[in-house]
């Protein structure tokens, strides 16, 4: 991975790619290591369709989080780039780390993706998540298992939703870390274009309001930002389904799922851009985008971008 150092002090740095299943708790564990939103979180299976990167930035080191979508069986187009993007970002880290559902059986697709953990030349963590919904007996059941399932060189039992144990993760992390340049700004938390950050917040809002209706089949494209009288963004985004039937639903009665969209997603964009913004929010059917490779590129998902 590639990036321009920001300072030539050299600390404990590099990167440390976070993969596992789908709704293994990546993406909130993201959000917790760096301490503000850079990543959605949605109870729908493979949430997570960009490798994002997330900065921890401490006066000794600077890591380099990169959450993954979740590796899982692909049905589509688009679930073979997600797998694609999950897998290459496995070969250019300084460490592993195996994100394990603790509250779940680890299954096969546990071991499927130890397995490709396993083959890779860096460093290894085993993280179990969401610990604060097992009792410690199944987390000592869990933690058994899931140790067997590759070479680590350490684990680490945390929970994202909590906080608890959120820098024993980052601790464990900075140890198998060589020494190096702090690659990114110290102020920064994520390298996320603008647009890609704006456009996932309303894909969250669609996911959270129409839950099991349309998710898989939802992309979001910001195509315009414009600063219009008194300091007000303009934001334009294009919301892309697969089927008329789709476009209804988050068109809503009268246009009230489009509004209720809007308004949800507006304050966390505001929190963004620091700015008051005008949400210009519309519809397009693009029938069978997920099959479509090059609609997958436009929409920056997987290596899209």
Not at 19 to 41: F, Q, Y
Not at 229 to 242: C, D, F, H, N, T
Request: some cysteine; proline content about 4%.
């Amino acid at each position: 991975m590639s990036a321009e150092a920001s300072s030539f002090e050299v600390v404990r740095s590099g990167f440390a790619v976070l993969v596992g299943r789908p709704n293994a708790g990546k993406s909130t564990l993201l959000n917790a290591l760096v301490g503000e939103k850079v990543a959605i979180v949605s109870s729908t299976p493979q949430t997570t369709r960009h490798r994002l990167r997330g900065i921890v930035d401490r006066d000794d080191a600077q890591v380099v989080f990169v959450d993954t979508p979740g590796l899982h069986r692909p049905h589509d187009a688009l679930g073979e780039e997600l797998n694609r993007s999950a897998v290459l970002a496995l070969s250019d880290v300084d460490v592993a780390c195996l994100v394990i559902d603790a509250s779940a059986p680890v299954g096969p697709g546990d071991r499927w993706v130890a397995h490709r953990v396993q083959e890779c030349s860096a460093a290894k963590v085993l993280v179990l998540t969401k610990v604060d919904l097992v009792k410690p007996k199944e987390l000592d059941r869990q933690m058994a298992v899931a140790q067997t399932l590759a070479d680590f060189d350490d684990i680490v039992a945390c929970s994202g939703r909590t906080g608890f144990n959120v820098n024993g993760v980052v601790n464990a992390v900075v140890r198998l870390l060589p020494e190096g340049p702090r690659y990114f700004p110290r102020d920064m938390r994520t390298d996320q274009p603008v647009e890609v950050l704006i456009a996932e917040l309303i894909r969250e809002r669609v996911l959270h309001l129409t839950r099991e209706e349309v998710p898989h089949a939802v992309g979001v494209v910001v195509d315009d930002i414009a600063e219009e009288r008194g300091g007000v963004l303009r934001v334009s985004a294009l919301i892309y389904v697969e089927r008329e039937s789709q476009k209804g639903i988050i068109i809503g009665k009268d246009g009230e799922m489009i509004r209720r969209i809007g308004s949800e997603a507006r304050p966390g964009i505001e929190r963004i851009v620091g700015a008051h913004v005008f949400l210009d929010l519309r519809v397009k059917v693009k029938r069978d985008w997920r099959r479509d490779a090059s609609s997958i590129r436009r929409f920056g998902y997987g290596e899209g971008l």
